[in-house]
């Protein structure tokens, strides 16, 4: 067969843009990451040889071997894996097959350390190989194929594929080095980049120089070792490996657990949320062995979804080896697994959260998935609520569900939350100044979720959990501040005055009232209770669902304010007719601002606005 050329796929041209010119003090990781695909290779045709125990006579004892040749200026990394065919070549090195490439290139900020960490994480870390070789020559034969393959590339663009009839089985990945990169085959420098990146990886790594052969790693499973004899940097190491990840873990917890179910577990927190945390499809950050045997990588029900960001290995005696994906979707073991697992790493996080500067990061990066553990319908909810941290109005310190209940005030029977999109906007909301008045303190929810855990997570410790819109006796038990302002009009001057709003503003409210939890602003929106809040409007809308989801909204007027008095008093002239209409068309877009609500007519607003203040200068 003559050889073919192929172009890469744009988002691959793009990672190869990117390595080929960021080199960068992390090269090395390079060896890292070829280590770590051709473990994953031997770990692969373990598992085949249980399904298809024929092909036992295409592979000897599982091994990575690195062979540089200085006279050649290559470096090797070889194994005797499952190997590839022609499919697998364009698809895992032409084209990034996963799919959310476009999540991945949307990422790519420009800022190349970064984009390497990007990289690794999209689990395409066989690039890094052009950070020190012009030219990568891959020879391949997938186990139980006739015909091998020979892929080459110089990273410009495109690569070819031809046959290798005489290609062994496994994969041989040859590094054409550049010529200020040929310290890489001095086996000092590769002994210690093994030690110090893959000593955990489970199959032998060999160097063969010289007609000899030396094994340099430990070989064997790290998560099978004593807790005790393993240090935080092989930690790191394995957690960088397994993660693709750049950062140091934020929690490691390794533990093996005895009883009705058998399982080791190491399990990762990381420092920093991967970029494709809320991608649909991102896959699985565990690893399932059964004694010491990887079985696969995608077990969607084995960790909660609200935990998607835990990372790590699962290894168990209690699944047999053959087992497959179907039967390990109804098997109990894995229900009882995934069960023991949460509530471990929820155990821990509790001892985390002792420390609340520490457990400051783990908020700021997980905090918005981890609160998605109180919609979903789970046993743990409870635990979950307690671990959860929010804004409030009593300061800039996180505050927890048990924190706020003890700084309720006599009287006071509910938990309250304010909804919004931004944190500071919502501070300035004018319906919070009858809690602060009572110095009572409301919890400020801007992340999307909030909108909807509220819905289905509505008591903590039998305290009920109620937007700020729908308070009512409690807050009244409360006892007020002394407002600045003055007397309040009278409930006929506030009924007529409410009967000219609803004539002027028509349909765009549903309801017109008065208040006495306003002690600042002059008027407020809120919607009634049991209807869509004004944020959940703005997030529909962002998602093209508009009108049909609009609530009937209410607008509240404080009696005691002074443009509500002039008002109520301009009502009864029969000549300031005009005035009082511009004037609540000004009031009603001023509380769409203060909501966080676009005005619907900016120009109409402007030119009224303009006219109250050609007359408040001519007065």
Not at 136 to 147: H, I, M, P, Y
Not at 434 to 457: H, K, N, S
Not at 555 to 569: F, V
Request: net charge negative.
């Amino acid at each position: 067969m003559t050889e073919e050329r192929r172009e890469f796929q744009a988002e691959v041209a793009k990672v190869l843009d990117i390595v080929i010119h960021s080199l960068y003090s992390d090269n090395e990781i390079f060896l890292r990451e070829l280590i770590s695909n051709a473990s994953d290779a031997c770990d692969k045709m373990r598992y085949a040889l249980l399904v298809h125990p024929e092909l036992v006579s295409q592979t000897g004892q599982f091994h990575i071997s690195i062979i540089p040749d200085q006279k050649a200026g290559t470096l090797t990394i070889e194994d005797n894996g499952i190997g590839m065919n022609k499919e697998d070549l364009i698809n895992h090195l032409g084209t990034i097959a996963r799919s959310g490439s476009s999540e991945f290139m949307k990422n790519l900020t420009g800022d190349k350390q970064k984009d390497m960490a990007l990289i690794g994480q999209f689990g395409v870390g066989f690039y890094a190989s052009f950070m020190v070789a012009d030219k990568v020559t891959v020879r391949t034969k997938k186990a139980g194929d006739e015909t091998g393959w020979i892929w080459e590339s110089e990273g410009a663009g495109s690569f070819t594929i031809r046959e290798d009839k005489e290609a062994p089985f496994g994969t041989a990945v040859s590094l054409h080095l550049k010529k200020d990169m040929t310290d890489y085959l001095e086996p000092i420098r590769i002994r210690h980049l093994i030690k110090q990146y893959s000593d955990h990886i489970a199959w032998p790594i060999v160097l063969k120089e010289g007609g000899k052969s030396e094994t340099i790693n430990a070989a064997s499973a790290l998560w099978t070792r004593n807790k005790k004899e393993i240090t935080d940097v092989q930690y790191k190491d394995f957690y960088q490996s397994v993660s693709h990840a750049f950062d140091v873990p934020w929690m490691t917890l390794h533990y093996k657990a005895e009883g009705i179910i058998d399982y080791t577990a190491l399990l990762f927190i990381p420092t920093k949320a991967p970029f494709n945390l809320f991608q649909p499809d991102r896959p699985s950050g565990i690893q399932l062995y059964t004694n010491k045997v990887f079985i696969t990588d995608e077990v969607p029900d084995l960790m909660p979804y609200f935990l998607r960001f835990v990372t790590g290995v699962i290894d168990t005696n209690d699944l047999p080896l053959n087992v497959s994906r179907e039967m390990l979707q109804k098997t109990p073991v894995m229900s009882k697994i995934k069960k023991g697992i949460v509530h471990r790493i929820l155990g821990e996080l509790k001892k985390r959260a002792e420390k609340p500067e520490d457990y400051r990061t783990f908020w700021d990066s997980f905090g918005i998935v981890f609160k998605e553990g109180l919609y979903e319908p789970i046993d743990e909810r409870a635990e979950v609520a307690e671990l959860c941290r929010f804004h409030s109005t009593a300061g800039d310190d996180l505050v927890s569900f048990s924190e706020y209940i003890n700084r309720m005030k006599p009287g006071q029977e509910n938990i309250y939350y304010l909804t919004g999109t931004d944190l500071e906007t919502l501070k300035v909301n004018p319906q919070l100044e009858g809690f602060a008045a009572r110095g009572m303190e409301v919890l400020l929810l801007t992340d999307p979720i909030d909108e909807f855990w509220v819905q289905t997570f509505t008591e903590y410790k039998g305290k009920k959990i109620v937007s700020v819109m729908h308070a009512r006796s409690d807050i009244d038990a409360v006892q007020a501040a002394q407002s600045d302002l003055g007397e309040p009009i009278s409930k006929e001057a506030g009924d007529v005055l409410i009967k000219r709003f609803k004539e002027v503003l028509g349909d765009s409210v549903g309801d017109v009232r008065m208040t006495d939890r306003l002690t600042k602003s002059p008027m407020a929106l809120i919607t009634p209770e049991g209807q869509m809040s004004l944020n959940l409007e703005r997030l529909m809308r962002a998602h093209g669902q508009a009108t049909s989801f609009d609530s009937t909204r209410i607008l509240e007027l404080n009696p005691r304010h002074p443009i509500i008095s002039r008002l109520s008093a301009l009502a009864d002239e029969a000549n300031a007719s005009e005035k009082v209409t511009d004037g609540i068309w000004v009031l009603f877009d001023q509380a769409l601002i203060a909501a966080g609500e676009p005005i619907r007519n900016p120009a109409d607003f402007s030119e009224r606005l303009n006219r109250f203040i050609i007359s408040g200068l001519r007065s």
